[in-house]
Every structure is written in structure tokens, then in C-alpha cells.
């Protein structure tokens, strides 16, 4: 079944670790994004890239890193810089049909808290 | 950036019409629309593309107004199963795609 797969699903860090999320998809998506969720605050977008080996940043960027060596996979690392990392993140894929962005796929989320 | 929603909550009962609001203060290239229950991911609704189309899916369609920079979702004789929150999706240039804070409804039997 085609589909984005995040793991792990829940995830404790300790003050001052880094910590790497995981997002796999098999959609042959071009387009990959993270998004963080806070109650009231809705998605804020943290990193997006359209196609691999280049990415870019995000509204809140600051303290978070990303990757994308292969179009199937798009890891986020939440450095110790992040001064309030728990939240729950959501990563997301689509089709980029020459123009614009279709539907994105949403993964089912990693819920991330400092310990 | 991110599009303005409204409003930021909504109760209804079983059958009542609602109406979502997104706007943005950025020229947009798509709006999307999706739901998402709660401890979910959100689910793909639908989305508009330049031009001023209205879209419906079941008993669920919305508009878009390019030049105002505005969409709004329209939900009619609503159903227990509409509950949950309704986030809009602005694409901008370079296949950005920001979301607003959403907008909780809640429908009661």
C-alpha cells in the first residue's frame, strides 16, 4: 500500500539532546514538508523541499534540520538549540504537477516530549 | 505568513449549514481545504486553483476569490461525522504550502 510512514510514534528526549524524526513515503513524491502542531496554533510549516538534494526553510526553521538524500525520505533532527521542542509534528508529501502543489498525504504524526 | 482563519470555533447541531472563512495577505496560487479528527492526521477535502472556482464534494464545497485572496468552506446540513478541526492550505510561490490555525466545529445531535 502507497503511503508516508512516520516513526516513532511517540518519542521522549532529554533537555539538551538532539533527536531525528523519521518520515518515509512510496507516492513518488517530488514535494516533502514538516509541519509542527501546538494546540491553537495549527501547522506552522518548519522545512519544505521540492525535490532532492535541496530543501528550504520553513516559518520557524530555528533549532530543526532536515535532509533529503533520496526522494523517499525526508528525516527532521530537533537540535538542543530548539529552545521548546514538544509539540506533535506532522510530516507531508505531494505530487508537483509541473504547476502548483496537489493534495498533500500527512503521515500520522511523532509526538515528541522533553523530559 | 500564515492564511487567517475564521472562526477560530463553531457549534452546530445535526443539519445546521456553517460557513469557514481563510484569508491571506499574500497573492495565492492554490487554496486547499482539510479536516482532521482528533489525535488524526488531517485528511485532503479539496482544493482550488486560480480562477475563482467553486468546488463541492458531497454535502461540503467552497469558493475561492483570487483577487480578494480569500476562500471560504461551506458545510450544509451538517453531519456528526463533519466534527473535527478545518484547516485551509495556501500555496504560494515555489510550491509552498502554509497552513492556518484552524477552525474547530463541533456538531451536536
Known amino acids: 500500500d502507497g503511503g508516508i510512514t512516520q516513526s516513532p510514534k511517540y518519542l521522549f528526549r532529554k533537555e539538551g539532546q538532539n533527536v531525528t524524526l523519521s518520515c518515509e513515503q512510496n507516492l513518488n513524491h517530488d514535494a516533502m514538508y514538516w509541519y509542527r502542531q501546538d494546540p491553537g496554533q495549527g501547522l506552522r510549516l518548519i522545512y519544505y523541499s521540492q525535490i532532492v538534494n535541496d530543501f528550504q526553510k520553513g516559518d520557524i526553521a530555528e533549532g530543526y534540520s532536515v535532509s533529503r538524500e533520496k526522494k523517499e525520505s525526508f528525516p527532521l533532527t530537533v537540535t538542543s538549540a530548539q529552545k521548546n521542542p514538544t509539540a506533535f509534528y506532522l510530516c507531508?508529501?505531494?505530487?508537483?504537477?509541473?504547476?502548483?502543489?496537489?493534495?498533500?498525504?500527512f503521515g500520522q504524526g511523532t509526538r515528541l516530549t522533553v523530559v | 505568513q500564515q492564511p487567517v482563519q475564521s472562526p477560530q470555533a463553531v457549534i452546530l447541531r445535526e443539519g445546521e449549514d456553517a460557513v469557514i472563512n481563510c484569508s491571506s495577505s499574500?497573492?495565492?496560487?492554490?487554496v486547499h481545504w482539510y479536516r482532521q479528527k482528533h489525535g488524526e492526521a488531517p485528511v485532503f477535502l479539496m482544493i482550488l486553483l486560480k480562477g475563482g472556482e467553486q468546488k463541492g464534494h458531497e454535502k461540503i464545497s467552497a469558493s475561492f476569490n483570487e483577487k480578494k485572496q480569500q476562500s471560504s468552506l461551506y458545510l450544509t446540513a451538517s453531519q456528526l461525522s463533519y466534527s473535527g478541526t478545518y484547516f485551509c492550505?495556501?500555496?504560494?510561490?515555489?510550491?509552498?504550502?502554509?497552513f492556518g490555525a484552524g477552525t474547530i466545529l463541533r456538531v451536536k445531535s
Open positions: 507531508a508529501s505531494s505530487y508537483t504537477p509541473g504547476q502548483g502543489v496537489s493534495e498533500a498525504f
Open positions: 492550505g495556501t500555496e504560494m510561490n515555489g510550491n509552498k504550502l502554509v
Open positions: 499574500k497573492a495565492l496560487y492554490s
